[in-house]
């Protein structure tokens, strides 16, 4: 039994998540790109899910940091993460997404590959948590796994997602067994039901950062 929400436990899970999502390291980059847009003159940073901490890691190479709040759910990622990182501006919180108590703490908000694991309402507590958290005219970026709009896109999509994974080393029975992940273990939603739930939330724009495959980056603008 993993100590994650994710396919992987802890101690694997940055050399599996490479194998498994196609230009991961991307999101990262388009992360940066876009905050940089912003110009924060003191960037405060929720992470939320942050696994072992990656996002934490290019935002320090990147940013000029007054403080940065590694959060997860998992004790075990959460204790990586701090092996990391020993610097006076970073924080560390095991909590569920969804039991957040922040209210207008931070300008930056990220969540890659979060989401998806909630179910529907779920997502709504979450994705509202992270609204109250956020400073007026604050950011809020997420990548996610979305769901095509027709059985017939998701059936060619998870196709071309096992067979990119078997060509980064994975055997056919792990490709299969992680497509069967879909619907069970996480639960995408479509791109525009994704939007929706963000404007819904009362982000003042809502669009969408990047696009390949599956997997969607989206922001939004308290």
């Not at 060619?156 to 299969?176: A, F, N, P, V």
Request: glycine content about 4%; charged content about 25%; aromatic content about 14%.
């Amino acid at each position: 039994m993993n100590d994650n929400k994710s396919a992987f436990s802890s101690i694997e899970y940055d050399r599996k998540i490479k194998q498994t999502l196609p230009y991961y390291e991307d999101f990262y980059e388009q992360v940066i790109e876009l905050v940089k847009l912003f110009n924060y003159n003191a960037v405060r940073w929720l992470d939320i899910g942050c696994g072992t901490g990656k996002m934490g890691s290019v935002a320090f190479e990147n940013l000029e940091l007054e403080r940065f709040v590694f959060n997860d759910s998992s004790d075990e990622m959460i204790k990586i993460a701090k092996e990391h990182f020993k610097c006076h501006n970073a924080e560390f919180s095991v909590c569920d997404i969804k039991k957040l108590a922040y209210t207008n703490e931070f300008n930056i908000i990220t969540a890659i590959q979060v989401n998806h694991y909630l179910h529907i309402d779920e997502r709504k507590i979450a994705l509202q948590k992270c609204y109250e958290a956020l400073e007026k005219n604050g950011l809020f970026i997420s990548f996610e796994n979305f769901a095509p709009f027709t059985n017939f896109g998701k059936s060619i999509y998870l196709e071309k997602w096992k067979r990119y994974q078997m060509k980064q080393g994975k055997s056919l029975e792990e490709c299969e067994n992680h497509i069967k992940r879909y619907g069970k273990d996480y639960f995408p939603i479509s791109l525009s039901e994704n939007v929706e739930l963000m404007r819904n939330c009362g982000f003042k724009a809502v669009e969408i950062l990047w696009l390949s495959n599956m997997q969607v980056g989206l922001w939004g603008i308290k």
